[in-house]
């Protein structure tokens, strides 16, 4: 099956500092990825839709200042969260769509990124 | 209102028997797909099994299966033959339209599953 990463697995940093997560598809070519935030025994929530050559469209209540995407090629979103605070700490999941159909399970996940903000 | 409800924050379930874990969904849309997926504490989501709103028959994917109730608006997940590497969290999905940007999908807030021996 089609192989979505996530770079780093892990992150700590201090507050205030800025933190980059890269997503890549790794065998195919990703017109759309999705971030999703999921805090400690919570669901996954989507936060924004990342579509390569344009700008990301944001969930309500997620701030897009904060939380800058850029899907600059079709193999790679990143997203970066900006002056961290603690209350950001949370494990960040990306997702690839593979094709344009949607009656089928085209959808595949990184393993996911684990941010801890002091 | 929820689109996707799990009611079972946790479950027990004895190794070799079978296990159901249910979901229910809430859509206008006619076109929709449903997901199950696997979420051990390692935090990688595996995708399990898929069924779309108009297929004809229940999904199945070896221990898996998927009991869909269209009419019920629901859509169960059986696994048979439970094992101890079936403990994990279990989150229903749902991706609803046919429009671009709209295939992210929305989980329901998940079920933890124990397996006992």
């Known amino acids: 099956g089609a192989v979505v990463s996530q770079h780093p697995s892990w992150v700590i940093c201090k507050s205030g500092t800025s933190v980059k997560i890269e997503c890549r598809s790794l065998d195919f070519q990703a017109t759309t990825m999705f971030w999703y935030r999921q805090f400690p025994k919570q669901s996954l929530m989507l936060m924004a839709t990342s579509n390569e050559g344009s700008k990301a469209t944001y969930e309500q209540g997620v701030e897009k200042d904060k939380f800058l995407i850029n899907h600059a090629s079709l193999t790679l979103s990143t997203l970066t969260v900006t002056s961290a605070h603690p209350e950001d700490s949370s494990f960040y999941i990306c997702?690839?769509?593979?094709?344009?159909?949607?009656?089928?399970?085209?959808?595949?996940f990184g393993p996911g990124t684990r941010l801890t903000v002091l | 209102a929820q689109k996707i409800t799990q009611t079972q924050p946790g479950m027990f379930v004895q190794e070799k028997e079978a296990v159901t874990l249910d979901c229910t969904y809430d859509?206008?849309?006619?076109?929709?797909?449903l997901f199950w997926y696997k979420q051990p504490s390692s935090g990688e989501m595996i995708f399990l099994i898929y069924?779309?709103?108009?297929?004809?028959q229940n999904a199945t994917e070896g221990r898996y299966s998927l009991n869909f109730q269209k009419a019920r608006k629901s859509a169960n997940l059986v696994i048979s033959a439970s094992q101890l590497g079936d403990s994990a969290m279990y989150f229903c999905a749902m991706r609803e339209g046919l429009e671009e940007g709209r295939r992210a999908l929305t989980f329901g807030s998940g079920t933890r599953l124990q397996v006992q021996p």
């Open positions: 997702s690839a769509e593979l094709g344009l159909t949607v009656y089928n399970n085209e959808q595949f």
């Open positions: 069924q779309g709103s108009y297929d004809q």
């Open positions: 859509t206008s849309d006619p076109s929709y797909g």
